[in-house]
């Protein structure tokens, strides 16, 4: 059996997997560096992938279960003919799935993946304890910094044996933005709010707006990063202290909360604020 057919062979035990993502698996198995694709290396590799994987398979019957057009999260994919974008294509789509599955455990309901429309519109909307939510999904490249490329002092990335580029972590003098998780979160949060709040303008004017922000370590991409590029209390600090900016010296009267999801574990999800407690506009 080569390869490409154990990828294939492997993806058939997997049901949901195979239905929802089977065709983007296929495109990139025709593509160079399958071996290191995001669902393709998983899949090729599967007794120590094993684990990953069937936990995908878990969230994509739970969005079938309960999020309604769960389907319209895959139709939105563009397969390219490139490998590092095809996967970053992967890498965008996982991220709508795990902004579901952190709606669905925070026991949000009605979950309803919004129809792609000619104009902007929301990724989902849901409801908590009545209350009704339009919800905006951005992925993040790191580091965004409020100035327009500003040139690093220093850079160090991490390099698999083949030479891909995993991960690149960089540092900049105290005059320009830094390397602060606050402007990563405040350029995420104001990209995505104005879309977020025309959709609320126009089509329910009582919801509240939630962003959810993920560096795309969403399932299995954190198989090749490392473990310490997200400290959890610095991560939280800084989600809190940009939402409280954005609050107090800009008008964002729709944003309700911000969740940061730095991996796939539950307890790399940041939130500010907690749910249930209101914050003045």
Known sequence: MTRKERVISNLSQYPNISKYLGKAI???????????????????DSEASKKDVERLEQVLQLGEKYCTDFKYIFKEM?????????????????AEVKAFEVLYSNHFEDIKKIKPAQGKTADFTAK?????????????????????????????HIIDKSGVTL?????????????????????????????????????????????IISVGRDYFVSKFARRDMFLPRTLYKSLKNSFIELKQTETYPYLQHVF??????ENQTHLYPELNKEHSS
């Open 128 to 156: 908590r304890n009545d209350i009704p939510y339009a919800i905006e999904v951005i992925r993040i490249n790191l580091p965004v910094s409020d100035k327009k490329s500003p040139k690093p002092d220093s850079e160090k």
């Open 26 to 44: 296929r495109k990139r198995l025709e593509i160079k560096g399958y071996t290191r694709g995001i669902l393709t290396a998983h899949l090729l």
């Open 260 to 265: 940061f999801i730095a991996g796939k574990l």
């Open 78 to 94: 563009n397969l390219p003919n490139k490998d590092l974008a095809i996967d970053g294509e992967i890498i965008n789509t996982l």
């Open 167 to 211: 991960a690149s972590m960089y540092q900049y003098s105290s005059d320009t933005t830094g390397p602060k998780w606050e402007f990563t979160i405040k350029s995420a949060t104001k990209e995505k709010y104005s879309q977020l709040e025309e959709y609320i303008k126009n089509q329910d004017k009582d919801a509240k707006g939630i962003i």
